[in-house]
């Protein structure tokens, strides 16, 4: 695995670790009032969404290994063009319910190196 792929894939994990940690104790209505936390959220999916769209660009048979990449990817296109209409809720959903299957994988991927 060329150097390149493994910093994208690093990037992914600790991207997903930071905002992880972010949430580590948040509940909804938390997460709702918090602007500074919902910034923080966000702005770690746009850096896995790129990296993982950069990965896509160097080694294409290993993104196709992430599960559901292109929505991740496609993710990260809301959040960065279309700010103004970002749905909280949804963001909070991918949180709690997409963001540890893919750390999951990503660590995998990693350990295979």
């Not at 103004?84 to 991918?94: F, G, K, T």
Request: hydrophobic share 50%.
């Amino acid at each position: 695995m060329r150097l390149e792929t493994a910093k994208y894939l690093y990037d992914v994990q600790s991207a997903a670790a930071t905002l992880a940690g972010f949430v580590t104790g948040c509940d909804w209505p938390g997460y709702q009032r918090n602007a500074m936390l919902r910034a923080a959220v966000e702005r770690q999916f746009e850096i896995i969404g790129e990296a993982l769209a950069q990965l896509g660009r160097h080694d294409g048979a290993l993104l196709a290994r992430i599960d559901h990449h292109r929505q991740i990817i496609a993710f990260r296109n809301v959040l960065i063009h279309g700010y103004a209409e970002v749905d909280d809720a949804l963001v909070w959903d991918v949180v709690q319910s997409r963001l540890e299957p893919l750390r999951q994988q990503v660590d995998a991927l990693l350990a295979g190196l």
